[in-house]
């Protein structure tokens, strides 16, 4: 594995660090069996997962507004309970993150909660390796990547933790991750062994892909 060059790594959570999609795709089913609203397979559903979970029910999946909120709300009835542990680390992250975590400081950025994402990296004992867990609130008012991104390099900020836009990155396996970057002046590079696809990633402006774990660190 080579040596990062950046001084600061954001790291997105589902579909780059943990393969989540089990729990998501059997808690999107919940939300709507006990809406009375017929299921996609799961090849359409894995399309949708990445992004916060206002735009799969509603621009994904075609909920109207007024059935987004209460989707949310059936879809974490089960999460919080079960779902959330239908996950995996991916093979490989361990030991990249002991590779970035021995060069840069490393934090997480997700539009999972907060609550949510700090629950699974302990869980996976992986929470001590990033100096803040950044994700969304559970009231719905930060849930878009850039304002997610915005609020870890607040509280970064806030513990002494700083770095210019040039030696920061932004890592994450879909556009939204790479279109959040780009509202801070933050590369963002793409990795391919989640969700999303080369050309979402590219199109998006991502400045480079990673095929595996082990090809990110000299791609930094």
């Known amino acids: 594995l080579g040596v990062p060059r950046r001084d600061l790594v954001l790291l997105d959570l589902d579909g780059t660090l943990t393969d989540s999609a089990p729990g998501i795709i059997a808690c999107i089913r919940y939300a709507l069996d006990g809406l009375g609203l ?13 992004p916060p979970l206002a735009v799969t029910f509603g621009q994904g999946l075609g909920l109207p507004p007024d059935l987004v909120d209460a989707a949310i709300a059936k879809y974490r009835e089960r999460y919080h309970d079960v779902g959330l542990f239908e996950n995996a680390v991916y093979p490989g992250v361990e030991h990249l993150l002991g590779v970035l975590g021995g060069q840069a400081t490393l ?8 609550y949510s994402a700090t ?3 302990e869980h996976f004992d992986l929470a001590g390796r990033f100096a803040f867990i950044g994700g969304a609130d559970l ?8 304002a997610v991104i915005a609020h870890t390099l607040e509280e970064l900020a806030c513990r002494g ?13 879909r556009e939204h991750d790479v279109l959040g970057a780009a509202r801070h ?12 696809s ?3 990633l590219t ?17 930094l």
Do not use: C, N
């Not at 933790?161 to 396996?173: F, L, N, Q, W």
């Not at 002046?185 to 999303?196: K, T």
């Open 38 to 50: 017929p299921s996609p397979d799961d090849a359409v559903l894995r399309t949708f997962l990445g």
């Open 107 to 114: 934090a997480v950025a997700t539009s999972k909660p907060t």
């Open 119 to 121: 629950l699974i990296l």
């Open 139 to 146: 009231a719905g008012e930060r849930h878009d990547k850039a």
């Open 161 to 173: 933790i700083t770095a210019p836009v040039e030696r920061t990155v932004m890592v994450g396996d």
């Open 185 to 196: 002046g933050i590369d963002a590079v793409g990795v391919l062994w989640g969700y999303g």
């Open 198 to 200: 080369a050309d979402e």
């Open 203 to 219: 199109a998006a402006g991502a400045v480079a892909l990673a095929d595996t774990p082990a090809d990110l660190p000299p791609l």
